[in-house]
């Protein structure tokens, strides 16, 4: 079944240190996002990729940086992590057809904690 | 700038009762509104978008340009509706803006 893979799925981690977030995804979609949930804030977009060669910031980039190794896989990662990066991330990719936003089909997920 | 607006984080009804979950958006171009969904040990996933003008699970959402509103509504809530619902809006980026969710409960 096409999915949108995420691992970790759950990480703790310490102040300072480097992570990675891996998303993996069997949709064939050219769109990929990176986005972060917090409670009461909503998903608040951190990066996005439209294809393997374009990669772009979302609202809340700092701190943050991605690679798209290739049309299936976006990478996540936090340089130096620190204690106000705790929070769910999310990937998640788009069947844009060329107009609209097209519909985005999410991970289930990464948990990562700061300490 | 857009945004979004979910003034209730918690919203708690009785099965059979009525339900209005509010969105209210600031975007100075055409809307594109969507409503996302995250049941319980799911996924978050997509419920429905205006420009379709459909009803799914029994919600319906209408769009509002002169109150800038974008409210999930169903006559009669189900248990199995409980869960974070999330509006969202596109824009001129094809980006998605979402906001800040609503939780549904549904009681007995």
């Known amino acids: 079944d096409a999915d949108v893979t995420q691992t970790p799925r759950n990480r703790i981690t310490k102040t300072g240190k480097r992570i990675m977030l891996e998303c993996s995804q069997t949709?064939?979609?050219?769109?990929m996002y990176w986005y972060r949930q917090d409670p009461g804030l909503g998903l608040r977009l951190i990066y996005y990729?439209?294809?393997?060669?374009?990669?772009n910031k979302g609202e809340i980039s700092d701190g943050y940086s991605v690679s798209r190794q290739a049309q299936a896989k976006f990478s996540l990662s936090l340089e130096s992590a620190i204690p106000n990066q705790t929070a769910l991330y999310f990937c998640?990719?788009?069947?844009?057809?060329?107009?609209?936003?097209?519909?985005?089909?999410f991970g289930e997920g990464s948990r990562l904690t700061v300490l | 700038a857009q945004r979004v607006t979910q003034p209730e984080k918690l919203l708690s009804v009785f099965k059979g009762a009525p339900v209005e979950l509010k969105c209210n958006y600031s975007?100075?171009?055409?809307?594109?509104l969507f409503w996302y969904v995250q049941y319980s040990r799911q996924r978050l996933q997509l419920l429905l978008r205006?420009?379709s003008r459909e009803s799914i699970k029994g919600f319906t959402a209408d769009l509002n340009k002169g109150e800038t509103s974008f409210h999930l509504k169903k006559p009669f809530a189900q248990e199995e509706d409980s869960a974070m619902y999330y509006c969202?809006?596109?824009?001129?980026?094809?980006?998605?803006?979402f906001g800040g969710g609503t939780r549904l409960m549904v009681k007995p």
């Open positions: 969202a809006l596109h824009n001129a980026g094809n980006m998605l803006t």
């Open positions: 949709k064939g979609h050219d769109r």
């Open positions: 975007y100075s171009g055409s809307p594109e």
């Open positions: 998640a990719t788009s069947d844009y057809r060329g107009i609209g936003p097209g519909e985005l089909f």
């Open positions: 990729s439209f294809d393997v060669k374009d990669i």
């Open positions: 205006h420009i």
